[in-house]
């Protein structure tokens, strides 16, 4: 429903020619966030993958207790 909404203010603000004004701005802002988002696909990624790696091939082995998953602080 917000996003609906949300569609027709835009209509209408572009209706006044308010949205061609900072149109280098929202290129710039909607590029900035493709990048920063495709960083965190590629960061949520390399994890999976090590984990896959250290699980399957059995590289990594943790201790008994798994005392290095725990948090340090509590």
Do not use: W
Not at 22 to 36: K, N
């Amino acid at each position: 429903m917000h996003g609906f909404s949300l569609q027709h203010q835009l209509v209408a603000i572009d209706h006044f020619n308010f949205l061609k004004k900072f149109q280098q701005i929202l290129r710039t802002v909607i590029i900035a966030l493709i990048i920063t988002g495709t960083g965190f696909l590629v960061y949520a990624g390399h994890l999976g993958a090590t984990l896959v790696y250290q699980q399957a091939a059995g590289v990594y082995t943790p201790s008994e207790d798994c005392i290095e998953f725990t948090d340090p602080d509590s």
